[in-house]
């Protein structure tokens, strides 16, 4: 049964730029650099992309982009907050856009240049704090890693989660940045010993638990599914998108509510699946935002592939390895090893394992699971062959 725009539209273009930290280019260059790219390996024509869908952090530049690369009149344009929770929501807006006749053919992407710590939110302790983060930054929750540990040492507490548990996510992501020419980590295998003694970030999360913050960006372009059918690229249709801020949610300190275990990717998970023809059994394989390890165990639950409680559990055996896990996930090596680009590189590598062109590919891959970020308003995709 098709629901609303179930199948409607397709990613056919993908493009991004090399991931480092301290590129010379712009933000706004390397907007420009993985839009082209991305407009080329779809086959279009620039001047053909009517549609931008952007992160809010990237301060509206929709006029610079338009300009610089070279697009037709533009009769679509949004832009999404949240950071980590709107990779997903930008390419779900220019979706919507594209099925519904607002545009003929958007793109969406993330430009990012974080690598020097001095550009990062939290480093500007100085200012004035305001809103919700008057109740949790005065008392020393100042990054996200410590607002992530605290949900991380809450979740060991009650569900037996240990850092074998953690490790387990890091050692798998890093064996698929292994594979990867373009990860970051490509030649930095990773051991158990090395997880072990490395030094603590915000205990009990070490080096090894976090995100590699990145300068680069990517982008995709997304039309109308039956004129993806006459292009270049094989279509990763956009089967099912689903967003959520769930009831009384706070971002990133979600300490406040009944369960603070439980994020935004039930909400979002309850509304994706509705909306789809697979379920969780059906996935072959997934890309789940890692901006720290323990999100991947809590969104293994929150998006159904085992019981409350069970997703530390669950990572045991090798079971997101790529090619004989339960579940190979984060194919690319994802935030924690390929590079941290706010979780836009995850969807990405979903396309890649729908065309059959992952370094870790998934065989016969019917479908891809893509996740944005749980500790904050999210979003999500699931791509179809």
Same mark, same amino acid.
């Given at each position: ?21 301290? @590129? ?28 931008? *869908? ?23 344009? *949004? ?6 929770? +709107?990779? %997903? ?9 594209? +099925? ?15 690598? !020097? ?5 939290? !480093? ?11 109740? *949790? ?12 540990? &605290?949900?991380? /040492? ?10 074998? $548990? ?7 992501? /890093?064996? $698929? ?14 051991? /158990? ?11 009990? @999360? ?17 039309? =109308? ?8 690229? =094989?279509?990763?249709?956009? $089967? ?8 009384? $949610? ?76 339960? @579940? ?17 590189? &995850? ?10 062109? *992952? ?7 019917? %479908?891809? &699971?893509?996740? !944005? ?10 791509? /179809?062959?």
């Amino acid at each position: 049964m098709t629901v609303g725009m179930q199948d409607a539209t397709a990613i056919v273009g993908i493009g991004e730029t090399r991931f480092a930290k301290g @590129l010379e280019d712009t933000e706004l260059s390397l907007a420009c650099q993985a839009i082209s790219a991305a407009i080329d390996d779809s086959g279009l024509a620039p001047s053909e992309i009517d549609g931008l *869908s952007m992160f809010s952090m990237e301060e509206g530049r929709e006029v610079e982009v338009a300009r610089n690369v070279g697009l037709g009149d533009i009769t679509y344009f *949004s832009q999404t907050g949240f950071g980590g929770g +709107a990779g %997903c929501g930008v390419v779900g807006h220019a979706a919507m856009a594209v +099925a519904t006749g607002q545009c003929k053919a958007a793109v969406a992407w993330r430009a990012r240049k974080r690598a !020097s710590k001095s550009s990062r939110p939290w !480093s500007q302790v100085s200012q004035r704090i305001q809103g919700h983060w008057q109740w *949790s930054r005065p008392f020393g929750l100042l990054r996200p890693v410590d607002e992530i540990a &605290l949900l991380a /040492r809450r979740y060991m507490h009650e569900f037996g989660a240990t850092r074998d $548990h953690l490790a387990n996510v890091a050692l798998a992501f /890093r064996k $698929h940045a292994n594979r990867n020419p373009n990860a970051t980590m490509r030649d930095k295998p990773l051991t /158990r010993e090395q997880y072990m003694n490395a030094r603590w970030i915000s205990e009990p @999360l070490c080096l090894f638990d976090n995100c590699l913050e990145t300068d680069g960006a990517l982008a995709v372009v997304i039309v =109308p599914a039956e004129r993806a059918k006459d292009l270049r690229q =094989p279509p990763a249709y956009i $089967h099912s998108f689903a967003q959520s801020i769930p009831t009384q $949610h706070q971002v990133m300190t979600n300490y406040f509510c009944d369960d603070p275990l439980m994020g935004p990717s039930y909400a979002c998970a309850r509304l994706l699946w509705e909306r789809s023809d697979f379920r969780p059994a059906d996935v072959p394989v997934a890309q789940l935002y890692d901006a720290f390890s323990p999100l991947i165990p809590l969104s293994l639950e929150g998006y159904g592939f085992c019981d409350r409680g069970e997703g530390a559990a669950f990572t045991e055996n090798g079971a997101l390895e790529w090619p004989n896990g339960r @579940l190979p996930t984060n194919t690319s090596g994802g935030g924690m090893s390929e590079a941290y680009v706010h979780g836009f590189n &995850l969807v990405l590598e979903g396309v890649r394992q729908v065309r059959g062109t *992952s370094t870790s590919q998934v065989e016969d891959a019917e %479908c891809c &699971l893509v996740t !944005s970020g749980e500790g904050v308003p999210t979003s999500a995709v699931l791509l /179809r062959r």
